[in-house]
T-cell receptor, first 110, second 116 residues
Protein backbone atom coordinates (compact mmCIF):
# COMPACT_ATOMS: atom_id res chain seq x y z
CA UNK A 1 0.00 0.00 0.00
CA UNK A 2 1.08 3.53 -0.76
CA UNK A 3 1.82 5.53 2.35
CA UNK A 4 1.91 9.32 2.52
CA UNK A 5 2.88 10.50 5.98
CA UNK A 6 2.46 14.01 7.33
CA UNK A 7 4.58 14.65 10.38
CA UNK A 8 1.98 16.39 12.55
CA UNK A 9 -1.76 15.86 12.90
CA UNK A 10 -2.35 19.08 14.84
CA UNK A 11 -0.16 22.16 15.05
CA UNK A 12 -0.63 25.45 16.89
CA UNK A 13 1.62 28.40 16.00
CA UNK A 14 1.75 32.10 16.67
CA UNK A 15 1.44 34.89 14.12
CA UNK A 16 4.79 35.67 12.53
CA UNK A 17 6.37 32.29 13.24
CA UNK A 18 8.08 30.31 10.50
CA UNK A 19 6.25 27.01 10.09
CA UNK A 20 7.40 23.80 8.42
CA UNK A 21 4.96 21.09 7.36
CA UNK A 22 6.63 17.86 6.36
CA UNK A 23 5.39 15.13 4.04
CA UNK A 24 7.03 11.82 3.15
CA UNK A 25 5.90 9.20 0.61
CA UNK A 26 7.27 5.68 0.32
CA UNK A 27 6.41 4.74 -3.26
CA UNK A 28 9.03 6.58 -5.32
CA UNK A 29 6.40 8.85 -6.90
CA UNK A 30 7.65 11.67 -9.09
CA UNK A 31 4.86 14.12 -8.32
CA UNK A 32 3.94 15.59 -4.95
CA UNK A 33 1.37 18.20 -4.02
CA UNK A 34 0.30 20.49 -1.19
CA UNK A 35 -3.36 21.47 -0.86
CA UNK A 36 -5.25 23.39 1.77
CA UNK A 37 -8.82 22.47 2.64
CA UNK A 38 -11.33 25.02 3.91
CA UNK A 39 -15.08 24.48 4.47
CA UNK A 40 -17.10 25.47 1.42
CA UNK A 41 -13.98 26.00 -0.69
CA UNK A 42 -12.90 22.41 -1.21
CA UNK A 43 -9.23 21.72 -1.82
CA UNK A 44 -7.04 24.41 -3.32
CA UNK A 45 -3.60 23.69 -4.72
CA UNK A 46 -0.75 25.62 -3.11
CA UNK A 47 2.36 24.15 -4.78
CA UNK A 48 3.40 20.98 -6.51
CA UNK A 49 6.63 19.33 -7.53
CA UNK A 50 7.31 16.98 -10.43
CA UNK A 51 10.91 16.14 -9.58
CA UNK A 52 13.60 16.76 -7.00
CA UNK A 53 14.36 20.48 -6.74
CA UNK A 54 11.57 21.26 -9.20
CA UNK A 55 8.46 23.13 -8.09
CA UNK A 56 5.52 24.88 -9.62
CA UNK A 57 3.03 27.31 -8.16
CA UNK A 58 -0.53 26.21 -7.75
CA UNK A 59 -3.59 28.40 -7.43
CA UNK A 60 -2.84 30.03 -4.06
CA UNK A 61 0.97 30.16 -3.53
CA UNK A 62 1.12 33.55 -1.79
CA UNK A 63 2.61 33.33 1.68
CA UNK A 64 4.00 29.83 1.09
CA UNK A 65 7.16 28.24 -0.25
CA UNK A 66 8.22 24.61 -0.70
CA UNK A 67 11.32 22.48 -0.66
CA UNK A 68 12.03 19.15 -2.32
CA UNK A 69 15.60 18.08 -1.70
CA UNK A 70 14.86 14.35 -1.85
CA UNK A 71 12.33 12.51 -3.94
CA UNK A 72 10.39 11.12 -1.01
CA UNK A 73 10.06 14.36 0.97
CA UNK A 74 8.12 17.52 0.15
CA UNK A 75 8.03 20.35 2.69
CA UNK A 76 5.63 23.28 2.87
CA UNK A 77 6.96 26.44 4.51
CA UNK A 78 5.00 29.35 5.88
CA UNK A 79 7.60 32.11 6.03
CA UNK A 80 5.61 34.25 8.48
CA UNK A 81 2.41 32.60 9.62
CA UNK A 82 -0.78 34.64 9.61
CA UNK A 83 -4.22 33.90 11.03
CA UNK A 84 -5.71 33.48 7.54
CA UNK A 85 -3.42 30.48 7.08
CA UNK A 86 -5.34 28.56 9.72
CA UNK A 87 -6.52 25.55 7.74
CA UNK A 88 -6.26 21.82 7.08
CA UNK A 89 -3.19 21.08 4.95
CA UNK A 90 -3.14 17.94 2.82
CA UNK A 91 -0.12 16.45 1.10
CA UNK A 92 -0.45 14.04 -1.82
CA UNK A 93 1.72 12.08 -4.22
CA UNK A 94 0.68 10.70 -7.57
CA UNK A 95 1.14 7.74 -9.84
CA UNK A 96 -0.69 7.28 -13.15
CA UNK A 97 -2.96 10.28 -12.56
CA UNK A 98 -4.31 9.03 -9.20
CA UNK A 99 -3.50 11.02 -6.06
CA UNK A 100 -2.70 9.38 -2.73
CA UNK A 101 -3.27 11.63 0.28
CA UNK A 102 -1.82 11.90 3.74
CA UNK A 103 -4.10 12.25 6.77
CA UNK A 104 -3.67 16.01 6.91
CA UNK A 105 -2.28 18.59 9.34
CA UNK A 106 -4.74 20.91 11.06
CA UNK A 107 -2.80 24.14 11.55
CA UNK A 108 -4.07 26.86 13.86
CA UNK A 109 -2.33 30.24 13.80
CA UNK A 110 -3.11 32.37 16.84
CA UNK B 1 -11.34 28.84 -16.85
CA UNK B 2 -11.12 25.19 -15.98
CA UNK B 3 -13.28 24.27 -13.01
CA UNK B 4 -15.37 21.72 -11.19
CA UNK B 5 -18.70 22.43 -9.50
CA UNK B 6 -20.63 20.43 -6.94
CA UNK B 7 -23.96 22.23 -6.75
CA UNK B 8 -25.14 20.68 -3.47
CA UNK B 9 -23.47 21.38 -0.13
CA UNK B 10 -25.32 18.46 1.45
CA UNK B 11 -27.30 15.46 0.28
CA UNK B 12 -29.59 13.59 2.66
CA UNK B 13 -30.84 10.10 1.89
CA UNK B 14 -32.43 7.26 3.84
CA UNK B 15 -30.53 4.02 4.25
CA UNK B 16 -31.39 1.56 1.48
CA UNK B 17 -32.41 4.28 -0.98
CA UNK B 18 -30.37 5.17 -4.06
CA UNK B 19 -28.07 8.17 -3.81
CA UNK B 20 -26.69 10.67 -6.31
CA UNK B 21 -24.01 13.28 -5.69
CA UNK B 22 -23.75 15.75 -8.55
CA UNK B 23 -20.67 17.10 -10.31
CA UNK B 24 -20.22 19.25 -13.41
CA UNK B 25 -16.95 20.31 -14.99
CA UNK B 26 -15.49 22.77 -17.42
CA UNK B 27 -12.20 21.84 -19.11
CA UNK B 28 -10.64 22.07 -22.53
CA UNK B 29 -10.03 18.78 -24.28
CA UNK B 30 -10.95 15.34 -23.01
CA UNK B 31 -11.51 15.31 -19.24
CA UNK B 32 -9.95 12.97 -16.72
CA UNK B 33 -12.44 12.87 -13.83
CA UNK B 34 -12.20 11.54 -10.29
CA UNK B 35 -14.22 11.05 -7.12
CA UNK B 36 -12.66 11.03 -3.67
CA UNK B 37 -14.22 10.48 -0.24
CA UNK B 38 -13.13 11.90 3.10
CA UNK B 39 -14.21 10.34 6.38
CA UNK B 40 -13.97 12.44 9.58
CA UNK B 41 -10.40 13.21 10.63
CA UNK B 42 -8.96 11.33 7.67
CA UNK B 43 -7.27 12.20 4.39
CA UNK B 44 -8.99 11.75 1.04
CA UNK B 45 -9.45 8.27 -0.37
CA UNK B 46 -9.75 7.48 -4.07
CA UNK B 47 -13.15 6.07 -5.14
CA UNK B 48 -13.09 5.91 -8.93
CA UNK B 49 -11.93 7.62 -12.11
CA UNK B 50 -12.96 8.15 -15.72
CA UNK B 51 -10.21 8.36 -18.31
CA UNK B 52 -11.77 6.95 -21.46
CA UNK B 53 -14.08 4.15 -22.58
CA UNK B 54 -17.36 3.11 -20.99
CA UNK B 55 -19.36 6.05 -19.64
CA UNK B 56 -20.37 4.10 -16.52
CA UNK B 57 -17.42 3.66 -14.21
CA UNK B 58 -17.47 1.30 -11.22
CA UNK B 59 -15.41 2.02 -8.13
CA UNK B 60 -14.85 1.14 -4.50
CA UNK B 61 -17.55 0.38 -1.88
CA UNK B 62 -20.28 -0.19 -4.51
CA UNK B 63 -20.09 3.34 -5.94
CA UNK B 64 -20.31 4.12 -9.62
CA UNK B 65 -20.28 7.29 -11.69
CA UNK B 66 -21.74 8.20 -15.04
CA UNK B 67 -19.81 10.38 -17.47
CA UNK B 68 -22.05 12.52 -19.68
CA UNK B 69 -20.10 14.52 -22.24
CA UNK B 70 -23.04 16.53 -23.59
CA UNK B 71 -24.03 17.68 -20.09
CA UNK B 72 -20.39 17.93 -18.89
CA UNK B 73 -21.34 15.97 -15.80
CA UNK B 74 -19.87 13.13 -13.76
CA UNK B 75 -22.45 12.25 -11.09
CA UNK B 76 -21.62 9.76 -8.34
CA UNK B 77 -24.24 7.09 -7.66
CA UNK B 78 -24.97 4.11 -5.47
CA UNK B 79 -28.05 1.88 -5.77
CA UNK B 80 -28.52 1.37 -2.02
CA UNK B 81 -27.02 3.76 0.54
CA UNK B 82 -25.48 2.66 3.84
CA UNK B 83 -25.16 4.71 7.02
CA UNK B 84 -21.40 4.12 6.77
CA UNK B 85 -21.39 6.01 3.42
CA UNK B 86 -21.91 9.25 5.36
CA UNK B 87 -18.85 11.36 4.54
CA UNK B 88 -17.58 14.30 2.50
CA UNK B 89 -17.30 13.64 -1.24
CA UNK B 90 -15.11 15.52 -3.70
CA UNK B 91 -15.21 15.54 -7.47
CA UNK B 92 -12.00 16.47 -9.30
CA UNK B 93 -10.72 16.99 -12.84
CA UNK B 94 -7.16 16.66 -14.04
CA UNK B 95 -5.64 19.59 -15.91
CA UNK B 96 -2.18 20.08 -17.32
CA UNK B 97 0.23 22.60 -15.84
CA UNK B 98 3.40 23.88 -17.46
CA UNK B 99 5.78 21.12 -18.42
CA UNK B 100 2.77 18.86 -19.01
CA UNK B 101 2.51 17.99 -15.33
CA UNK B 102 -0.99 16.97 -14.34
CA UNK B 103 -2.73 18.46 -11.32
CA UNK B 104 -6.20 17.97 -9.91
CA UNK B 105 -8.76 20.74 -9.49
CA UNK B 106 -11.35 19.88 -6.85
CA UNK B 107 -14.94 20.87 -6.35
CA UNK B 108 -16.04 22.38 -3.05
CA UNK B 109 -17.27 19.08 -1.67
CA UNK B 110 -20.69 17.58 -0.85
CA UNK B 111 -21.56 16.18 2.55
CA UNK B 112 -23.55 12.98 2.26
CA UNK B 113 -25.76 12.16 5.24
CA UNK B 114 -27.38 8.71 5.24
CA UNK B 115 -30.01 8.27 7.94
CA UNK B 116 -31.10 4.89 9.35
Amino acid sequence: DVKVTQSSRYLVKRTGEKVFLECVQDMDHENMFWYRQDPGLGLRLIYFSYDVKMKEKGDIPEGYSVSREKKERFSLILESASTNQTSMYLCASSLRRELFFGSGTQLSVL
Amino acid sequence: AQSVAQPEDQVNVAEGNPLTVKCTYSVSGNPYLFWYVQYPNRGLQFLLKYITGDNLVKGSYGFEAEFNKSQTSFHLKKPSALVSDSALYFCAVRVLGSGNTGKLIFGQGTTLQVKP
